[in-house]
T-cell receptor, first 110, second 112 residues
């Protein structure tokens, strides 16, 4: 079946760029998503990218999609302490049925 | 604009007791989702509604879980009876005919 994989942890220094990676298996994915979850909170939609795009930028966030390798990444420029959270990658089909990764915990070092 | 509203935020019950969660989606959103999130994992879909119709309930454990969305707006998810393994965060999400799927804060259920 479909699968989405992410590293469990990423540690970066404050002010550096963070790059969170995700791989997926479903070649028919229509949309790919990044959500942010802070402790005790729900899931905040950060951004999504349509599968026929290879890049999307929104302020400090840059999403890169390599459809051939089924690889998605989220780059956070100038990482701040407020970026500490768990970041979930998800893929969906044309009916917006989401398949989720287990999340990457972003740890910010001062 | 108000986001997805869920209540209660926290619930502690003993096993074998019933429990219900309520969700009010974003105004005008026709699609409503219930997800369950276990600790350290991504969410898993329980049920998806298009207006009043449950269009995907294949992952809903129907022996003890039930859901309804009577007027195509608010929804209730019920567990009866609850088991220890039901402890999780129950998330409601909504969308309007598109890829923007927005989540509520969730209800954290602890079954003792």
């Amino acid at each position: 079946g479909e699968d989405v994989e992410q590293s469990l942890f990423l540690s970066v220094r404050e002010g550096d760029s963070s790059v969170i990676n995700c791989t997926y298996t479903d070649s028919s994915s229509t949309y790919l998503y990044w959500y942010k979850q802070e402790p005790g909170a729900g899931l905040q939609l950060l951004t999504y990218i349509f599968s026929n795009m290879d890049m999307k930028q929104d302020q400090r966030l840059t999403v890169l999609l390599n459809k051939k390798d089924k690889h998605l990444s989220l780059r956070i420029a100038d990482t701040q302490t407020g970026d500490s959270a768990i970041y979930f990658c998800a893929e969906s089909n044309s009916n917006y049925q989401l398949i989720w990764g287990a999340g990457t915990k972003l740890i910010i070092k001062p | 604009e108000a986001g997805v509203v869920q209540s209660p935020r926290y619930k502690i019950i003993e096993k074998k007791q019933p429990v219900a969660f309520w969700c009010n989606p974003i105004s005008g959103h026709n699609t409503l989702y219930w997800y369950r999130q276990n600790l350290g994992q991504g969410p898993e879909l329980l049920i998806r509604y298009e207006n009043e119709e449950a269009v995907d309930d294949s992952q809903l454990p129907k022996d003890r879980f039930s859901a309804e969305r009577l007027k195509g707006v608010d929804s209730t998810l019920k567990i009866q009876p609850a088991e220890l393994g039901d402890s999780a965060v129950y998330l409601c999400a909504s969308s309007l005919d598109g890829p923007t799927i927005l989540f509520g804060p969730g209800t954290r259920l602890t079954v003792l």
